[in-house]
């Protein structure tokens, strides 16, 4: 079951992430309000809903602020109608980038998004493009701690349905099919392993280095670029980022 994590190595910087709580919030907000909207306010009886949830407290999202999005979508409190978009298109070097949204203004989103690629050197292209390079999998990530037995949380997370186990330097990574991934998630969560990313993901099926130095400045622009903007909620691609790569 072992062997090297791709997504591990496609991840863009934790670090930077972090400096950006405030925005992973409104991003986090926006994917709850839209869940409960279209399939209710009960995340028993709504996947979505639960799926956005649990994301938001592994990333410690105040309850105040998911209850808040919680309502919005179910119409207790006013809020915006967002729409759900995606866009493929290439980076520097040929880089295979996947982009989900949701936004409330399609036109000006595609705007924004079609300049960062012009800007640092790739192109948007046309639905399907580049979707086919990736399998939506399911992603958990339980850091390294000493209580925890690698062995026995393998064969617990084999038994739960995983298709797929790696031991990281940090982490352990669980890998399952997208119709698998509740139960995987829900069965590790009452045998007490809590999670520091639990989501459901677009994982390459191969990836591609960049030699060039200015491909690498670019391809990171662009990233930070498209994740800096309000309206992308997640940035996928094929790039073998460099470990040394500053953040």
């Given at each position: 079951m072992a062997g090297h994590s791709k997504w591990a190595n496609i991840k863009h910087r934790k670090g930077r992430q972090d400096a950006k709580r405030a925005k992973i919030f409104t991003k986090l907000a926006r994917a709850i309000t839209v869940a409960a909207r279209e399939g209710g306010a009960d995340p028993e009886y709504n996947t979505a809903l639960k799926n956005a949830i649990e994301k938001a407290k592994a990333q410690n999202m105040p309850n105040d602020n998911i209850e808040r999005a919680i309502k919005k979508g179910s119409g207790e409190l006013e809020g915006v109608n967002y729409e759900e978009i995606t866009y493929e298109g290439y980076g520097p070097g040929g880089i295979a980038v996947l982009v989900e949204g949701l936004t409330d203004n399609k036109n000006r989103t595609a705007a924004d998004v079609r300049h960062y690629f012009s800007k640092f050197g790739g192109n948007l292209g046309a639905n399907g493009c580049v979707s086919w390079m990736f399998d939506r999998k399911g992603i958990l990530l339980i850091d390294k701690k000493d209580e925890i037995d690698e062995e026995e949380l393998m064969m617990e997370a084999i038994e739960a349905g995983a298709e797929d186990f790696n031991t990281e330097d940090e982490y352990y990574e669980i890998?399952?099919?997208?119709?698998?991934?509740?139960?995987?998630?829900?069965?590790?969560?009452?045998?007490?392993?809590?999670?520091?990313?639990?989501?459901?993901?677009?994982?390459?099926?191969?990836?591609?280095?960049?030699?060039?130095?200015?491909?690498?400045?670019?391809?990171?622009?662009?990233?930070?670029?498209?994740?800096?903007?309000?309206?992308?909620?997640?940035?996928?691609?094929?790039?073998?980022?460099?470990?040394?790569l500053d953040a």
């Open positions: 890998i399952t099919t997208p119709e698998d991934f509740s139960e995987v998630r829900d069965n590790l969560k009452e045998a007490g392993y809590t999670f520091s990313t639990a989501e459901l993901t677009y994982i390459p099926q191969n990836t591609q280095e960049l030699s060039d130095e200015g491909d690498i400045k670019n391809m990171s622009k662009l990233i930070d670029a498209l994740e800096d903007n309000d309206d992308v909620q997640n940035v996928y691609h094929n790039w073998d980022m460099p470990e040394d």
